[in-house]
């Protein structure tokens, strides 16, 4: 009776390392950051964990940090105040965008950029951002508004999709299509 105590309980413990292992694996799939510290990639880690998909978000995450994801989804959103917070500038975050949505892209991981803030999250300091990582984006999605003046349709590489969304509670279908085109979901 002990043997078989002892042997199940190897059993179950090799079972949860085995389930832990996957589950960690999945984890890895898919990286949130923003580009320009607004608070709008936040919005859009709530829509992932609504739709169940592992994500690890990092504001300010660094191209030596991407590694063995799948997509970056990279939310821009310019903020004076989240860059202060940040203890960076507007130039440093630029550069930062570029060099981690480059190393994504060296890595085969597919990009979507996302703009969820609307008009009212457009500006200067939001157009030096959106310049700097729309013609690196595989798709793109915005609320509508946020491309009024068609910037994202001028910068995007010619065969990139955009989708426009009427509010951020309607980016979960075609933030659903995307992941699960690109085996995420």
Do not use: C
């Not at 996302?114 to 700097?132: C, N, P, Q, Y």
């Not at 003046?149 to 951020?168: C, H, Q, S, Y």
């Amino acid at each position: 009776m002990r043997k078989i105590t002892v042997r199940g309980m190897f059993l179950i413990l090799g079972l949860g390392l085995l389930l832990t292992a996957s589950s960690m694996a999945l984890a890895a799939d898919l990286a949130l950051t923003s580009v320009g510290q607004s608070p709008d990639a936040m919005m859009v880690m709530v829509v992932l964990k609504n739709l169940k998909v592992e994500t690890d978000f990092d504001a300010l995450m660094k191209p030596e940090a991407f590694s063995g994801y799948k997509v970056l989804v990279a939310v821009v959103g310019g903020s004076s105040k989240g860059l202060g917070a940040a203890g960076i500038n507007q130039e440093q975050e630029k550069e930062r965008a570029i060099s981690l949505v480059q190393k994504a892209r060296d890595e085969g991981a597919r990009i979507l950029v996302m703009h969820v803030g609307g008009a009212g999250r457009r500006g200067t300091l939001s157009d030096l951002f959106i310049e700097a990582v729309v013609p690196l984006a595989d798709r793109i999605t915005v609320v509508k508004g946020g491309n009024h003046d068609g910037i994202f349709d001028r910068l995007k590489a010619e065969d990139t999709p955009i989708t426009e969304v009427e509010t951020i509670r309607a980016v979960d279908e075609p933030l659903k299509k995307d992941l699960s085109d690109w085996g995420v979901l």
